[in-house]
């Protein structure tokens, strides 16, 4: 196995720039750089100088070394922290290369601890998803699944599977002795109860999982100066569109990101949707409009109570908004309207309730464990489909050699999941959006 190295820290100025070296000459190279002839003290900080090839003092701080078996990847892992000029830091990755390491491919070190048995396949991608969190609550969804939970759980379902199969494999081994109905009957109801279900349970909120860390899209849609700009601004905390009596002054589409109950979600403020008449840069805006409304997850359309004539919408919207409440003079509200005010934010909190139970929001006492990918989500629904398909085929005694081969199949699909079996294919594209040096 080769050694290999990258950069720990993201690019950029800061205190501290960390380099990561794994492999069998990690803590040589270390040695050779600091001109150092004793060995590393494991899980002690040692402060030393580190030197290019000419001699020639390069930066001074700390080595780190964590050796074989116990460390992140398994290997021999040597951590260098360094100040964090990227100009230093590059010609100290730079030395490292020349005493022999390789650079690393995004997601390397990962990769070299499933492959090594440090963690399984959801663990190794839970990592990425911590990376990648955008809200504290995917975070703690995403250390649930680093911990292993997911893991845990995906074990349980094969254990079971491997029982229900080890039973009918017991039955083709005796085709002559009948096999008692009862058998049958266990064998529905353990597939049916502990296979089947759990795995739908999993399922029904692998939606709202997946949105925790891909995010939502919400389009707000309604005519010229209703407040659309006041409600994004609003929302957003910041002053990102320009507010304005002219209509028409949205012409693009704007984006920002945001979050509601802990679910990350990027609104999308359109222009106004009216007849533009001969002004072409407005009727694009109105295009991506009526295309972004189209797109997203859920539509917001916003009316002014003052103005009737801005109450009807021909287009679709899962959540309405009657905006300016302040200036309602003791009008009604409309049926089917929620009252806001983008000004003074009265009525928002109300939305966002509406917005994250929309969105698939619930308790925190039954968010319980999630799949949190589109991977994971797939495999579950495969081997439920191999798990069914089988539960078919044993109504007929006869075909249990096939009831068998689907079962098979469905431990296979949970199986890709920690990944256990042939899985480069898969080990390519997940560690493919990792990034170098984790």
């Not at 990847?73 to 040597?78: F, K, N, R, S």
């Not at 256990?420 to 294919?425: A, H, M």
Request: contains cysteine; aromatic residues 6%; glycine residues 8%.
């Amino acid at each position: 196995m080769s050694t290999i190295a990258a950069m720990a820290t993201p690019p950029g100025r800061g205190g501290v720039g960390i380099i990561r070296i794994s492999g069998p000459r990690a803590a040589a190279i270390a040695r050779q750089l600091s001109r150092r002839k004793m060995s590393w003290q494991p899980r002690h900080a040692h402060f030393c100088k580190w030197y290019d090839s000419d001699g020639e003092a390069l930066d001074a701080g700390l080595v780190l070394y964590f050796p074989t078996p116990d460390s992140y990847t398994g290997e021999d892992v040597i951590e260098l922290q360094a100040h964090g000029s990227p100009v230093l830091l590059h010609a100290l990755l730079d030395e490292v290369f020349e005493l022999g390491a390789h650079p690393a491919e995004p997601g390397a070190f990962t990769r070299r601890a499933v492959e090594n048995g440090k963690m399984d396949l959801s663990q190794a991608e839970a990592v990425a998803a911590c990376i990648n969190a955008a809200t504290v609550r995917a975070t703690r969804q995403a250390q649930k699944h680093l911990q292993g939970d997911f893991g845990r759980k995906i074990d349980e379902l094969m254990h079971e599977l491997t029982g229900a199969v080890a039973h009918v494999e017991a039955c083709l081994d005796f085709p002559e002795e009948d096999v008692p109905q009862l058998l049958f009957d266990r064998l529905r109801q353990q597939v049916q109860q502990g296979l089947i279900e759990p795995i739908d349970q999993l399922l029904r909120r692998a939606t709202f999982g997946e949105r925790l860390f891909n995010g939502a899209h919400i389009a707000i849609i309604g005519a010229p100066n209703v407040g659309k700009s006041s409600l994004l601004n609003r929302l957003s905390g910041r002053d990102r569109a320009i507010v304005s009596d002219v209509a028409g002054t949205t012409r693009d589409v704007l984006e920002i990101d945001f979050e509601v109950h802990g679910i990350p979600a990027r609104l999308v403020d359109t222009a106004g949707l009216r007849e533009s008449g001969e002004n072409a840069v407005e009727s694009e805006g109105i295009h991506r409009a009526r295309h972004a409304a189209k797109s997203a997850d859920v539509v917001v359309f916003v009316a002014d109570i003052t103005r009737p004539d801005t109450w009807h919408n021909e287009h679709h919207a899962d959540v309405r908004l009657m905006n300016k409440i302040d200036l309602k003079d003791n009008k009604p509200i409309p049926a089917g309207f929620l009252p806001v005010c983008s000004l003074t934010g009265e009525g928002l909190e109300s939305f966002a309730d509406r917005l994250a139970k929309m969105l698939g929001d619930m308790p925190a006492q039954e968010e319980g464990l999630l799949v949190t990918c589109e991977r994971h989500r797939l495999a579950l629904q495969q081997a439920r489909k191999s798990l069914l398909h089988g539960l078919t085929l044993l109504e007929d005694e006869g075909r249990l050699e096939l009831v068998a081969l689907e079962w098979r199949r469905a431990w296979s699909s949970l199986g890709e999941i920690p990944g256990i079996g042939d899985i480069d294919y898969i080990l390519d594209r997940v560690f493919s959006e990792f990034c170098i040096g984790k």
